[in-house]
């Protein structure tokens, strides 16, 4: 899925739950923290992590809320490799977008996590990517706006966005593997790497 040098600007989609950050992990360590339950990493092989842990709808509501919170949000660790590799490609002239379906509401404490970690992008889209909450057209967009965005490339973890990014924008995915997305996820434009370190090798920096 490599890119040829153009002298456009190009711009990279990239995701930011466990894509850029710990999430799922911070999600275990809050339902074992608050509500003493155990799982671990590879139980999660669900995306929603309510079905993944067979939690009940109020359990699952108070845990998207308490990792919601923005000190929650501060405190998860990024991702090895991932901050490297973004820097990488800004140095070398593509735009950054951190394209998150985060609810409206956490727009500043992710803007303040991007600052903390010196996370290199050009803009920030919230896109109601799940149905979860109402796009106002203005800071959440919704998938069809998403459309109307143009990207040369994308990082997902999620298998619905990346099977959408692939069949309706035409756009090749770089797919972080992960317990979650490891079946029904099959695509010509979808290639799985285990690491950020595949993910800059699979896009090389253009040229200067």
């Given at each position: ?73 501060l405190s998860i ?106 079946k029904d996820v ?23």
């Amino acid at each position: 899925m490599s890119l040829s040098s153009e002298k456009a600007v190009q711009t990279i989609y990239v995701d930011m739950d466990d894509v850029l950050c710990q999430t799922a992990h911070h999600f275990l360590t809050i339902l074992e923290r608050d509500f003493g339950k155990q799982f671990s990493f590879e139980q999660l092989t669900d995306f929603d992590v309510g079905q993944a842990c067979a939690l009940t709808a109020e359990e699952r509501e108070e845990l998207y809320r308490v990792v919601h919170n923005g000190e929650e949000l501060l405190s998860i660790p990024p991702i090895e490799g991932a901050v490297n590799v973004l820097q990488q490609w800004s140095a070398a002239g593509y735009e950054i977008a951190i394209v998150t379906g985060r609810p409206p509401d956490t727009y500043e404490p992710s803007i303040e996590w991007l600052k903390r970690h010196a996370v290199p992008h050009d803009r920030i889209l919230i896109v109601d990517k799940y149905g979860r909450f109402a796009a106002d057209g203005t800071r959440c967009i919704s998938l069809d706006a998403l459309t109307k965005h143009r990207f040369c490339w994308a990082v997902e973890d999620s298998p619905i966005m990346a099977i959408y990014l692939a069949t309706q924008m035409k756009i090749p995915v770089a797919l972080l593997d992960r317990p979650w997305n490891r079946k029904d996820v099959n695509h010509d434009l979808v290639g799985r790497h285990s690491h950020w370190h595949e993910i800059a090798r699979a896009l090389p920096v253009k040229n200067s």
